[in-house]
């Protein structure tokens, strides 16, 4: 077994920096935003109002703490105007349409959001000339999923059976085509990629249909937590995570230009890569005094059954490596929400997510069987 360090991001160059982050009322857009701010960054969003209640956004009192704009992808001028007054440097994009069952109930928005939303922000990348990096969040579900047991690779076809990962996968190209046709790939500072993260889990998520939103409200109420799919494989991990893998290439971007271009996965270990099922286990058991049932839905739609991502271009040239173990990621996660469920909004859960995040940072990557997929 070998252990690799991810090297630490570079704090001088997020001082001050001005980053524009779409997403942020999200959960995983609120996660990048309180550790771009804890790391002194000038940081814009632009999102829809948060969509849940509770909410990430607003239990974290995020509002106060940066410039936050309300507004819609969908809507290119208002996009365009607020990213030219802001004149970021970095650029992270993180809106979208998350969830695959409701794209089959909508998939004309779907597309929209997810696709067209995608065009717009690329477009006002390219109108913006102070902007020397950005970084497209797209999904392991980008990919033409083939059941495969291996994990998909980033020159893999992407696809998607769903509109959600369909629309992924159009986000993809749009990004590819956008680097080819209008950004320099000759190693000058300045140009795209996108970033292909697993089944992300952590405190702070609400959303609809969701495994862990699912159990917390379900134990919350003293019910079982009811499963669809308990022998779906999927790559969990936890927020940090990602987010860590897309910080450091946004810096690698802004520094080096072409070099970090194109499409990049952020997976968990292989043994961490579990089902449904086991995953409901590890909730259940960290909360306490809690329970799961399967119940199969009749008429279901399609959902993948295995899925897995190969991270080994982020390991061995970008130098990012998984730093949690699962069982520490579920506790990290069940604990954030079993504080968040006794406190009042923004009592201290800002202070407890950037704890979190200083725990992660100083924490080294977990150990990777050599050769192994993540």
């Not at 956008?178 to 089944?199: E, K, M, Q, V």
């Not at 949690?324 to 504080?339: F, G, H, I, N």
């Not at 725990?359 to 997929?373: F, T, W």
Request: with cysteine; glycine share 8%; aromatic share 10%.
């Amino acid at each position: 077994m070998t252990e690799t360090r991810m090297p630490m991001l570079d704090l001088d160059f997020w001082k001050q920096r001005r980053v524009f982050l779409t997403g942020h009322t999200g959960f995983k857009g609120g996660w990048l935003a309180t550790w771009l701010l804890k790391l002194g960054a000038r940081v814009t969003g632009y999102a829809l109002k948060p969509e849940t209640d509770p909410s990430f956004f607003t239990l974290c009192g995020l509002e106060k703490r940066m410039e936050s704009v309300i507004g819609d992808i969908r809507e290119e001028e208002s996009l365009g105007r607020a990213m030219e007054r802001f004149r970021p440097e970095v650029v992270f994009h993180l809106a979208a349409q998350s969830l695959v069952r409701r794209s089959y109930r909508n998939p004309v928005q779907t597309f929209a959001t997810n696709l067209m939303g995608t065009v717009h922000l690329l477009e006002a990348v390219r109108r913006t000339p102070s902007v020397l990096a950005a970084v497209v969040v797209t999904s392991d579900k980008c990919y033409e999923n083939r059941e495969w047991m291996r994990g998909y690779r980033e020159e893999d076809p992407v696809g998607g059976h769903d509109p959600y990962s369909a629309s992924k996968g159009c986000a993809e190209l749009a990004a590819a085509a956008y680097r080819r046709s209008f950004f320099t790939n000759d190693g000058s500072p300045g140009s795209i990629a996108t970033a292909r993260a697993g089944n992300v889990i952590g405190g702070g998520d609400w959303a609809e249909d969701r495994l862990v939103p699912d159990a917390i409200r379900a134990v919350h109420r003293g019910e079982p937590l009811i499963v669809r799919n308990p022998g779906a494989l999927r790559p969990w991990q936890h927020v940090l995570e990602p987010v860590a893998g897309y910080l450091m290439l946004a810096e690698r971007l802004y520094k080096q230009g072409g070099k970090w271009a194109g499409a990049w996965n952020f997976g968990p270990r292989e043994e961490d890569v579990v089902t449904v099922g086991s995953l409901s286990d590890m909730l259940v058991k960290r909360w306490g005094n809690a329970t799961w049932k399967a119940a199969p839905e009749a008429d279901a739609p399609h959902e993948a059954r295995c899925l897995k991502l190969d991270s080994s271009q982020a390991r061995q040239t970008l130098g990012w490596q998984p730093r949690l173990t699962l069982s520490e990621t579920v506790e990290m996660t069940v604990d954030w929400y079993r504080k968040a469920l006794s406190w009042a909004p923004d009592d201290g859960l800002y202070e407890m997510t950037c704890d979190q995040i200083n725990g992660y940072e100083e924490r080294a990557p977990s150990r990777i069987k050599q050769g192994s997929v993540s």
